[in-house]
């Protein structure tokens, strides 16, 4: 079964740094969104992605963050100067085209802040 | 824009009981909602969804019901295993222009521990 895969699985940055995660969504996928989980907590949209813009953001998705897809394959977020409490569990999921296509998510990429 | 609401946060079982999760949303337009399993450090999974055009749907021993009046929908595990213990997250989302869904709104998550 194809899967949605998340590279570095963890990240440990300084503060201020930029950091980049980055996700293989499934191939024929069109939807592309990131969430994620602070430790214990629920999963938090972040942002979505379709046809090459974003389709939705939430209050989280600030000007610190950035995605994109960068070619046919990867979908990136990018944020740009890293705070302590950016550290969290970070999701990228993929569904397709209907309103039937459920969100296949990736194994996460766990990003530490110190 | 939308809340979930899930409860309880902690639920423990005897294996072989009936685990019953509950959530409320608040958007009337939201028409999807699935359920994840998340086990410890590891992806959330989809064990199973409903949309808002249907009142109940089963797989093997996962059923999810949905009020769409009351604005609720449940997960029931049946003949509960040791191997369903992990978290579980309610989600719902309405379709967007596009014809896929919006994003998932989730709850804050049941941990459910399922004892031997």
């Known amino acids: 079964e194809p899967e949605v895969t998340q590279t570095p699985s963890h990240q440990v940055t300084q503060m201020g740094q930029e950091v980049i995660l980055r996700c293989v969504p499934i191939?024929?996928?069109?939807?592309f969104y990131w969430y994620r989980q602070i430790l214990g907590q629920k999963v938090e949209f972040l942002v979505s992605?379709?046809?090459?813009?974003?389709?939705?953001k939430s209050e989280i998705f600030d000007d610190q963050f950035s995605v994109e897809r960068p070619d046919g394959s990867n979908f990136t977020l990018k944020i740009r100067s890293t705070k302590l409490e950016d550290s969290a569990m970070y999701f990228c999921?993929?569904?397709?085209?209907?309103?039937?296509?459920?969100?296949?998510f990736g194994d996460g990429t766990r990003l530490s802040i110190l | 824009g939308e809340n979930v609401e899930q409860h309880p946060s902690t639920l423990s079982v005897q294996e072989g009981d009936s685990a019953v999760i509950k959530c409320t949303y608040s958007?009337?337009?939201?028409?999807?909602f699935p359920w994840y399993k998340q086990e410890l450090g590891k992806r959330p999974q989809l064990i199973i969804d409903?949309?808002?055009?249907?009142g109940e749907k089963k797989d093997q021993r996962i059923a999810v019901t949905l009020n769409k009046t009351a604005k609720h929908f449940s997960l029931h595990i049946t003949e509960t295993q040791p191997e369903d213990s992990a978290v579980y997250f309610c989600?719902?989302?309405?379709?967007?222009?596009?014809?896929?869904?919006?994003?998932?709104?989730f709850g804050k998550g049941t941990k459910l521990s399922v004892k031997p």
């Open positions: 409903i949309r808002s055009n249907v």
């Open positions: 191939s024929n996928h069109l939807y």
């Open positions: 999921a993929s569904s397709g085209q209907g309103g039937d296509q459920p969100q296949h």
């Open positions: 989600a719902a989302s309405s379709m967007n222009y596009g014809g896929s869904q919006g994003n998932l709104i």
């Open positions: 958007d009337s337009a939201s028409n999807y």
């Open positions: 992605f379709y046809n090459n813009e974003i389709s939705e």
